[in-house]
């Protein structure tokens, strides 16, 4: 048997990614988003693919260096809506179930989100917001002469200046691709669908005075598919998503909560139902779930984390939504009287899933130890069947190592979870270098899921440590809420409990330790190196470094009252004492400090205060700037940024640890 090659990384030009699917009306097949590097290229490319709910018949359907996406299937189940750029501008394509060429039912300078069929397929709905574009008078494009800014939330990290159009339901008509924009104004309208008898829709939207200081209160609105009789959905305040009709049409299931002034993700959503006709019949389903009806598992290969979605049963008496619990995401359904069932269990992050037809199968996504995310079916009772391996060949080569789940105790005797990935060839007689890990959120969590960034220093000769500290999600409210208004407390005391008990296994080598982490987890990094010097090297990634500057530079740094008690100016000496720059002359830990120059969540501005004070302070700092990229370089960065992130992640702590 051929001896199976370490993890480098070089291999994220060889994964495939899962990013997105929908099940026929007749719940026989199931098309999908295959997303692939061109390496030559230095881009990312997608495809749609077709697979049955037999698990036969599993074929590529769109070829192409194209980005296709966000499939979605006609009522007859005879065509396949889905956005793609095969011009100048994306658009929306239209193409028959028996293949043949994609057709352009419109094409715009903008962004489609939302999409769907009206039920007698006569129309694709979605919600559009329209680009801004510059250009000289040669028609080519240019950056503007100025920017005049009057919004609050005028910039969004992935996205960069967002236009002064917001975004607005339009629906399309199949036959000749006119399209009638629905609703207008300076109000944003997200998640239209139609009722089944496609008379009526339903969408999501904050009508408040000025909605970027009132960010959770969201509701439900309903207008005519014609866009007349608006009018607002009763129902408690705070923030809602992903609306869906019951089959019979009277009534709404949606998720959320009723916090208006949450923390940033501590309070659960959940799953509530609302008679649209009638005041004050909205009702949680699931109020004793101290539980996120989301996905909040996060890895460098899968989507990001915060997903949503809730579906109904052919007879209208169940709800089929997602839980994240202990490291792991699961399908539940729950009944009207709030009976709840775990539809799916096991070590593994579902990522998202979809319903149609008969509904006699969920089609869902799943990520484990062994895989990036791959397609399922399953019944309502749980019995499920596996689809596709998408990167069968790479796992089957690769030499991945399984982590081992482990329990510890931190102060005041919480009980922690964590993983430990051990080097391949382990030889338990030998002292190894170990790297500790931190999430970023910090609302997510760490969870059963492959990440490629953890196997490729276990390939290095690393004994891998992660752990979901308090402040994580996944563990309830109250496990979650602990650090608002804290950062750098209960937080900190895990991640320093888990090297504890890192360094108590006789493998690890207690004086060749290194932590690393991006976002709050290079907050953390930033933290951790200012309060104590027991490890040899860190990185910090995309980190927070000052609370105060951070309000202004950030994109949501207006919200961050929320998280840190109170307006800044109200509280300087709390948010600075919050901050890591507070701690700087602490620190004598070698630090590179890895950053995105075109990152508006943690801005560079961040990352420039730490490098220029530790350079000051002439202590061992090296700083390494991606150009262009924003927050999320490690998992939808320019490929060779990626990759060059890895090496010099390896390369410090091979400088230090080795």
């Known amino acids: ?32 988003v295959l997303e692939w590097i061109d390496e030559k290229d230095n881009k990312y490319y997608s495809n749609l693919w077709l697979v049955g709910t037999d698990g036969k018949n ?61 039920p007698d397929g006569k129309f694709v709905l979605g919600a559009f917001r329209k680009t801004e574009i510059h250009k000289d008078k040669e028609g080519k494009k240019v950056a503007p002469v100025f ?24 629906k399309y008509e199949v036959a000749t691709g006119q399209g009638t924009q629905l609703t207008k104004g300076k109000y944003e309208e997200v998640s239209p669908a139609f009722s089944p008898d496609g008379k009526t829709l339903c969408f999501v939207s904050n009508r408040q005075p000025d909605p970027d200081l009132d960010t959770d209160r969201m509701d439900l609105y309903l207008i005519s598919s014609e866009g007349k009789n608006f009018r607002k959905v009763s129902a408690p305040d705070g923030p809602k998503a992903e609306p869906a009709w019951s089959p019979e049409g009277k009534r709404i299931a949606y998720l959320a909560h009723t916090n208006t002034k949450d923390a940033w993700g ?109 397609l399922y079916v399953t019944t309502q009772a749980g019995r499920s069947r596996r689809l596709t391996e998408v990167n069968r060949d790479w796992f089957g080569k690769s030499q991945v190592q399984i982590p081992e789940e482990i329990s510890f105790l931190s102060i005041g005797g919480q009980k922690l979870q964590g993983w430990i990935i051990k080097p391949p060839n382990f030889n338990p007689k030998r ?3 170990a790297v500790v890990e931190v999430h970023g959120g910090p609302r997510v969590q ?92 860190a990185v910090t990634q995309r980190s927070v470094v000052n609370l105060v500057s951070f309000f202004g530079s950030s994109d949501i740094g207006f919200e961050d009252w929320r998280e840190f008690g109170g307006q800044v100016w109200e509280n300087w000496d709390h948010y600075l004492k919050m901050s890591p720059i507070y701690y700087v002359r602490n620190i004598r830990t070698p630090l590179l400090i890895i950053h995105n120059e ?61």
């Open 58 to 118: 599993n074929r590529q359907f769109t070829f192409g260096k194209y980005k296709d996406s966000s499939p979605v299937w006609s009522p007859d189940g005879k065509k396949i809506a889905f956005v793609s750029k095969r011009g100048e501008k994306i658009g929306l394509h239209i193409i028959n179930r028996d293949g043949g060429e994609a057709n352009k039912l419109v094409e715009e300078e903008g962004a489609f989100t939302n999409l769907s069929w009206s």
């Open 1 to 32: 048997m051929p001896k199976k090659k370490l993890v480098t990384e070089r291999d994220l030009l060889t994964l495939k990614f899962l990013r997105g699917f929908a099940l026929s009306p007749d719940e026989k097949e199931i098309v999908y």
């Open 266 to 374: 501590v309070t659960n959503f959940h799953v509530w139902v609302v008679d649209p006709g009638k005041r004050g019949s909205a009702k949680d389903l699931t109020p004793k779930l101290d539980r996120m009806c989301l996905d909040l598992g996060i890895s460098d290969t899968g989507e990001a984390a915060h997903g949503g979605k809730v579906s109904w049963s052919r007879d209208g008496k169940k709800l089929f939504f997602m839980v994240t619990d202990r490291g792991s995401v699961d399908l539940w359904s729950v009944t009207l009287d709030g009976k709840m069932t775990q539809i799916t269990k096991g070590k593994h992050r579902v990522m998202g899933f979809d319903t149609n037809g008969k509904v006699n199968l969920l089609a869902y996504s799943q990520a484990d130890f062994t895989s990036c995310g791959d």
């Open 147 to 170: 920017r005049e800014i009057g919004r609050l939330f005028y910039r969004l990290d992935g996205d960069g200046w967002l236009p002064k159009d917001r975004f607005h339901i339009w």
């Open 598 to 658: 075109g990152d508006l969540r943690c801005p560079i501005e961040q990352a420039e205060q730490l490098f220029t004070a530790l350079k000051v302070l002439k202590r061992k700092v090296a700083f390494v700037r991606f150009p262009e990229e924003f927050h999320g370089l490690s998992r939808s960065g320019r490929p060779d940024r990626r990759l060059e992130r890895l090496r010099r992640i390896g390369g410090w702590f091979g400088r230090y640890l080795k």
């Open 431 to 433: 002292k190894y270098p």
């Open 446 to 537: 760490y969870g059963n899921v492959f990440m490629h960034e953890f196997q490729y220093l276990a390939a290095k000769g690393y004994v891998v440590f992660y752990c979901n500290p308090r402040g994580s999600q996944g563990y309830g409210e109250k496990f979650a809420g602990c650090i608002v208004k804290a950062w750098g407390t209960y937080d900190y005391q895990d991640v320093m409990a888990g090297t504890d008990f890192l360094v108590s296994k006789p493998y690890v080598d207690k004086n060749r330790i290194g932590i690393t982490g991006g976002s709050y987890g290079g907050y953390m990094t930033n933290w951790a190196v200012g309060h104590t010097n027991r490890f040899k090297a």
